[in-house]
């Protein structure tokens, strides 16, 4: 997608509060916050945050090819334009977007946003568009599907960078796609990589306890989620219409009350109680599935999915009314979309090597998210819940004592081992979890146990599995790596599962990744 724009012309085209005077007019060729990627024409945005600060390499950019800068802090020498801005993270999203001609205004655009089940109901959603034989894209923090082509969105999930995200929008636009469903998490809101998207609808699962080590208690939290909403007020009009609708889970007591009175829009909620606009009535669940009955004041509809649990309930729901309300689908389209997903990576996902019990990954990693999917795993067998997680390290601590709290109360065992420690002690880590546990009955060696080793983790976890019982792997999903010290290993909890069992059936398997905790001390991974 070979494309250049005069720099002139785009910051011309800005909001006001991001326009500046006196700038050349040259031609940029593509936008990069990493001077190790700049090519030749590129224009290096300099942002702060983190443990980095990208005005530190404004001349490893240069000699990489950078035309010009743009930046919050004073600079000057350079032998290129800088243009200085007040605050280039918030920038950058309008940049990205006024580069590639503003992609957002070009698509209907339906924004997913919640603490769990965000990239559920957005493959649902994707789903139903494509069985509507609406021409559909799909952003998630797994992947971005443009047609035929699937990208990877990267490592740790999160709403990619903003430039990126406008990269994708204006790839859909490319492609000639009309519709496109974008996963946000409160990450991409406080950071401002949405804001240039001009979404059309927003939908929001649930907003539970979560990321407080970043927005410091859970009315900031909400907060940043409700930034979706407040951005529909302010999308510009469309040639293709514009639904400006928000759609809010009625059951989710901790946010519907703020939301409802939040949204300054066309509204709906959707629920299991009487009082929903959308409501689910006749649910009945299996190992296979869940069926019910989707029904509201103009239609009633059968809905079958092959995705398990409540929590899945609630978002086909919210994928449905989306659909029917805010892109008048009819509801029977809508329902054959849901029945054709086959399912979603590492979400529930089954590891089925010819054992007498149910294997099972799931990304997991918040206690809401836990509590459900140990509730889904009740619903699915008549033995025992055996679950493995961890709580990650330079994260939100409070979740440790939580999860561990959840499953010894929802578990029948529970096996605690590591989930990206970082540079924090994971023996430090796994004591704080097994008090979790020990507060709601659990007796450590009886049922439950601490495995620092997450591949040995999944092996004990499936040693002590009988005929019946299912083994529940949570909080890495589909993710493709974990953190020791500051060094990325490539881990999949998949393929671990799968390596275990091979060993346990002694069929042939993949081989166990590789963590450094199988065989270092932890004094020298944390170091590196």
Not at 59 to 65: E, L, M, T
Not at 219 to 238: C, G, I, M, P, Q
Not at 345 to 374: W, Y
Request: charged residues 25%.
């Amino acid at each position: 997608m070979p494309h250049q724009k005069s720099l002139q012309q785009l910051f011309f085209e800005l909001p006001h509060p991001f326009r500046v005077q006196d700038v050349p007019n040259i031609a940029i060729k593509g936008i990069s916050l990493d001077s190790r990627v700049i090519k030749p024409g590129h224009l290096f945005v300099a942002m702060t945050g983190g443990t980095l600060d990208g005005h530190n390499y404004i001349q490893k950019a240069i000699d990489n090819g950078a035309v010009a800068i743009v930046g919050e802090k004073d600079v000057t020498g350079l032998s290129v334009p800088y243009i200085r801005l007040e605050n280039t993270r918030r920038a950058l999203t309008w940049i990205a977007g006024s580069f590639y001609e503003w992609p957002g205004r070009k698509l209907t655009v339906i924004g997913v946003t919640g603490t769990d089940g965000k990239t559920t109901t957005t493959n649902l959603l994707h789903r139903i568009l494509l069985t509507a034989n609406i021409k559909a894209g799909m952003i998630s923090t797994v992947n971005a599907v443009i047609g035929d082509e699937v990208l990877d969105t990267g490592f740790h999930v999160t709403t990619p960078d903003a430039h990126d995200v406008q990269r994708y929008l204006a790839k859909m636009v490319e492609a000639g796609l009309t519709h496109v469903v974008l996963e946000t998490t409160s990450h991409g809101w406080s950071q401002h990589r949405v804001d240039a998207c001009e979404f059309d609808i927003g939908v929001v699962t649930n907003i539970t306890h979560e990321h407080m080590n970043e927005h410091g208690n859970y009315e900031n939290y909400r907060a940043a989620k409700a930034r979706l909403f407040a951005s529909l007020e302010n999308t510009l009009d469309k040639s293709q219409g514009n639904p400006r609708l928000g759609v809010i889970n009625r059951d989710d007591v901790k946010s519907f009350d703020f939301l409802n009175d939040f949204i300054k829009v066309n509204k709906l909620n959707y629920g299991l109680g009487e009082g929903a606009d959308v409501r689910a009535v006749n649910i009945s669940y299996s190992p296979s599935g869940i069926h019910f009955t989707a029904q509201s004041k103009d239609f009633q509809v059968d809905v079958t999915s092959k995705l398990v649990g409540a929590f899945n309930v609630s978002n086909c729901l919210a994928a449905l009314t989306t659909a029917v309300y805010g892109l008048n689908i009819e509801p029977e389209v809508a329902a054959r979309g849901i029945a054709s997903l086959e399912g979603i990576p590492g979400r529930m996902e089954r590891i089925d090597m010819g054992q007498n019990f149910t294997a099972i990954v799931d990304f997991a990693h918040t206690p809401n998210a836990l509590k459900v999917a140990l509730e889904a795993a009740r619903t699915m067998i008549s033995g025992r819940v055996i679950s493995v997680f961890g709580s990650a390290g330079l994260r939100d601590k409070e979740k440790r004592r939580m999860m561990a709290e959840t499953s010894a109360e929802l578990a029948d065992l529970t096996v605690l081992t590591a989930e990206d420690p970082r540079t924090e002690s994971l023996e430090e880590i796994l004591e704080e979890m097994g008090a979790g546990s020990k507060s709601r009955g659990g007796i450590d060696g009886e049922t439950f146990w601490r495995v620092a080793d997450r591949g040995e983790a999944i092996r004990f976890a499936l040693r002590l599995a009988r005929p019946g019982d299912i083994v529940l792997s949570c909080g890495k999903g589909h993710e493709q790596s974990m953190c020791f010290g500051r060094t990325e290993y490539l881990w999949d909890d998949r393929t671990a599962m799968r390596a275990a069992l091979a060993e346990l059936l002694g069929v042939v398997g993949p081989q166990m990744p590789y963590l450094p905790s199988s065989d270092k001390p932890e004094e020298e991974w944390r170091k590196g």
